[in-house]
Every structure is written in structure tokens, then in C-alpha cells.
């Protein structure tokens, strides 16, 4: 394997706890009820435009979809301010490991701001040769383009990466990509995928990830 791809929310930080709790805190403003485990469920990976058209819709809110993602964007800006997204176990170890030894980007579905910000504020961003949005492309997950582009952009075919995703969303555009997949997640829903291997944690993942680029650990040591 020659490049190693990242989601970003629930992957490398436990944003999607963090974003639960906001979306649950927004819409009680409009009388609607979501638990955080509903949430992490049925919408971790969906982008915030989706997950604002199926409340709309489901509940006839009266506001529109732009008013919803702006508001949550603004919510979620404060909130980082006032208690930063955690990282998850073994992600900074992966991550200071294998920077600099393996070409590796951000592939998320998230917007770029959003993301370089927070990379920034662990001290992540300069570790990853490009991040990749899925706002930039023309579908974002779980269609296959940003993968797609990701791969163009970084000079490698599909066969030739490993992507680690959280989601049933990130794990189709990968898969749908053809690119090899790890899922990592606690949650019990999403153990049964199609994934290439499922872990709990990034500690539980970091051996096979340290055998899939053994050739270029060896050799970037030597």
C-alpha cells in the first residue's frame, strides 16, 4: 500500500459526540427530540444540509435548510471555541508514526474550514501532505468523488490506498472508490459492514496499519 487516507469526524477526533450533542441542543429549539445515540446511529457521516432537509421535512419546520446549517455552523464554532473536539485514542501516535514515512490526507465530507481548523488546534495540519473536502467535488459522500479525487490528486490508483473511515456513509465512498477500508468504531450497529476490518479503536487498528506500509516504515528508517 503505498497512501493512507483519514475521515476526520469520528475518526480522528470524537466529533461526533461533540456534534450530537449540538444537533440535539438546536433542534429541541424547534421541539424535536434526538438522542445522541440516534444521532451517531442514523446520521454520523451525513452532511449537515441532508441532516437539515430530513428534519424539515419529517417535522415541517418552519425555516429552510440554509438558516439551519448557518445556525449549527455557528453553534459549532462557539462550541470549539469554548471546549475543542477531543482526539480519539491512538490517533495522535498513528499520526506522529507514520508522517513523513507514508503519504497521507484527510478525505472528509466535512467543509475545509471546519476541518483545517481543528487539525490546527491539535497540531495536525502540517502532518498531512492535502486535506480533501467532499464540498469541493461534485457529490460529496457517500458518493466515491472525493476519494476519486484524492487519488488523482495524490498520483496513486485506488487499489493502491487504504482509507479509515467511522460511518456506513464514509465506508460506501470508499468502498464504492475501490478503495481497501477500515472501519473504526465503538458502536455496536456498525460492526456488521462490508469493511475490509473493523476495530474499536485506532490502538486496536495501528498493527495492521503498521503491516499494510511496512515496506515504507522499513525503508523511511533505515
Not at 428534519?55 to 455557528?74: P, R, W
Not at 478503495?179 to 450497529?189: E, K, P, R, T, V
Request: with cysteine.
Amino acid at each position: 500500500m503505498q497512501t493512507l487516507f483519514f475521515d476526520f469526524d469520528g475518526t480522528l477526533v470524537d466529533s461526533e459526540t461533540f456534534h450530537a450533542n449540538n444537533w440535539s441542543t438546536y433542534l429541541a429549539t424547534y421541539g424535536v427530540t434526538l438522542t445522541a445515540d440516534d444521532f451517531i446511529e442514523y446520521y454520523a457521516g451525513v452532511t449537515w444540509p441532508k441532516i437539515a432537509k430530513h428534519f424539515i421535512d419529517s417535522y415541517q419546520l418552519n425555516v429552510d435548510v440554509v438558516t439551519i446549517t448557518t445556525e449549527m455552523e455557528a453553534l459549532t464554532d462557539a462550541k470549539i471555541r469554548q471546549q475543542g473536539i477531543p482526539a480519539l485514542p491512538g490517533v495522535d501516535a498513528v499520526l506522529q508514526a507514520f508522517s513523513g514515512k507514508v503519504p497521507m490526507a484527510v478525505v472528509t465530507g466535512a467543509p475545509r474550514d471546519y476541518v483545517e481548523g481543528v487539525l490546527k488546534l491539535h497540531g495536525w495540519l502540517d502532518l498531512f501532505d492535502q486535506v480533501f473536502s467532499g464540498y469541493e467535488v461534485v457529490n460529496n459522500k457517500p458518493s466515491p468523488d472525493v476519494y476519486l479525487q484524492a487519488c488523482q490528486a495524490m498520483k496513486i490508483q485506488p487499489d493502491q490506498a487504504v482509507a479509515i473511515e467511522d460511518s456506513r456513509t464514509g465506508l460506501q465512498s470508499a468502498k464504492s472508490a475501490d478503495i481497501y477500508c477500515l472501519l473504526i468504531n465503538a458502536h455496536q450497529s456498525l460492526t456488521a459492514t462490508n469493511a475490509d476490518h473493523t476495530f474499536f479503536s485506532m490502538v486496536e487498528a495501528k498493527p495492521l496499519l503498521t503491516l499494510l506500509f511496512k515496506d515504507k516504515l522499513l525503508f523511511e528508517t533505515v
